[in-house]
């Protein structure tokens, strides 16, 4: 009981307690901001060229003002400044460089005003920085950095260049300024530069900068424009190839993609089949048909100016391949033949034969090579030749008869494998040893065979590549032909859908499946079972007979 009407009281006390507080807040409505305060936070002391100025966070409603605090130490604040109510920053420019202050801010509003944090800053008297020098279209172009010297009313640029080698004044700029373009600068002159800050008044100078230097020249120009090429697909690399006047300069290629919507040049980049995208040599590896056409140019330019090449053109276009075999007259002595080569690329040449050797592996473009037979002593034998062109292929199949004397008979084929058309190109030329001119022959077709066979003997499957030949109509009698293979799905397909109905089938055959007749002993023509001529189907294998006349 005594513990109940202790909290009963305890309720009541603040009860009281606030509706005397909600009373007194209504008859004095400051009373609550006199009691509880807010003192300035976020208090920043930066330097500028005018002195030091000071930033603040204004957290009271009411006060009448702000007291602005100094000293050369925590211990030491002082009073320097009353601002008005609501401000939040004030300059100081009574500083002296090189020395070290310490600030605080107070809202001024009764005899215990709160007090802001201290905040110290060391006033200093620096000179520019991180000077920057380069050459432009119109001179050369000088950047610093302003470290706020103090009460510093402007900048002094120097120049020296590397004839005179002395310094001299070259320019005063205003103290908000921090750029500057020499445009005095001759071409062919190194330059060097520095800045100071400067107080006019007094005639009190910040140290020098570090220094700059530069050099003016002229623009690029272009000296040596890109050609026009024409590149077979997928074959050796070309390139577009600049040349341009002038000191340092960059090259960036670009490429128009004639042709296609919403076409403008576009820098290149590394990758795909173009490489050198920023030398003078642009490379175009293995480019495909897609790019011919396109257009190519460079772009070169330096820091004071750029010049853009003309524009070349890029051309693609397939391998192409011919071989024109001509008479090969042979003995039994080493013969040859002459291979005439028309193409448009370079050829390469390959043999699988010992026993044929070639004038030359490799060529370029339209010529010729010759192929050497030595002499056959022995059974008949097949050589292979197979000639490149990039993705262009002929091969010349090479026969020689038994030898026999100088009645060792030669024949060349050349065959050019499939593109587009299942049929390939074959021409075929045989040449006995005892007739000038070539006759027609199949060699192409032909199998090769073991030297070590005799001639009469069967040659062995072919094991090189099959010439295409056309196509022959279907044997109708064929059972793995396409339409008796049809004839035999439609009985089957027809078999299942009467199956599905119920309908039974009789098969009859006139010869051996006949219904016997009276009281002759008959036979299942199905699995020789006897059967009574009363019957209609075999009691053995179900076998059903003809009951229709």
Known sequence: MKTRTRSRKLVTALMALAVINSWLFTVFPTAQADVLPGAPTNVIASQTSNGVRLTWKDNSSNETGFDVLRGESLSNLAHI?????????WLDSTVVPGKTYYYAIAANFGLFPPISDRVSIKVTFDAPSKLIAK????????????????????????????????????????????????KTAQIGKAYWYRVQAFISIVNINTSWSN?????????????????????????????????????????????????QPGAAWKDLADVSWYSGVKTAKLTITKGGVILTGWRYRCV??????????????????????????????????????????????NWYITSDSSWLTLSQVEGSKNGSFTIFSSKNSGAKRTGIIVVNAVDATMKITVTQAAGSGSSTS??????????????????????????TAPTASTAA???????????????????????????????????????????????IALLVVAAGCGVAFVLIDKKETAQPT???????????????????????CGWQFDTTE
């Open 81 to 89: 400044k009353t601002v008005a109510a609501n401000t939040t920053s």
């Open 135 to 182: 050459a432009v279209s119109d001179g050369i172009s000088l950047t610093w950095q302003d470290n706020k010297a103090l009460y510093a009313t402007g900048f002094r640029i120097a120049r020296k260049d590397n004839v005179s080698n002395t310094w001299a004044t070259l320019k005063e700029v205003s103290i908000t300024t921090t750029t500057y373009v020499d």
């Open 211 to 259: 220094e700059g230097t530069a050099q003016m020249f002229s623009p690029p120009t272009i000296t040596t424009h890109p050609k026009s090429v024409t590149a077979i697909q997928l074959g050796p690399a070309v390139s577009f190839t600049v040349a341009a006047s002038g000191a340092s300069p960059k090259y960036q290629w670009q490429e128009l993609r004639v042709g």
């Open 300 to 345: 070169v330019s330096n820091t004071v100016g750029q010049a853009i090449s003309d524009a070349a053109t890029l051309t693609v276009v397939v391998a192409t391949l011919s071989l024109s075999p001509s008479t090969w007259n042979s003995v039994a002595a080493a013969s040859s033949i002459k291979i005439t080569v028309t193409s448009n690329a």
């Open 410 to 435: 030669v024949s060349v084929t050349t065959t050019k494998p499939p593109t587009t058309s299942s049929v390939s190109t074959t021409s075929t030329t045989t040449a006995p040893v005892t007739s």
């Open 445 to 491: 077709t032909s199998a090769p065979e073991s030297t070590n066979q005799d001639e009469d003997t069967p040659s062995p499957p072919a094991t090189t590549e099959p010439t295409s030949q056309p196509e022959l109509p279907p044997d109708r009698t064929d059972p793995s032909s396409s339409d008796f293979g049809w004839i035999w799905l439609l009985v």
């Open 518 to 540: 009276g009281n002759s002993p008959a036979f299942c023509p199905n699995c020789g079972t006897p059967v009574q001529t009363s019957m209609h189907f075999c009691p053995e």
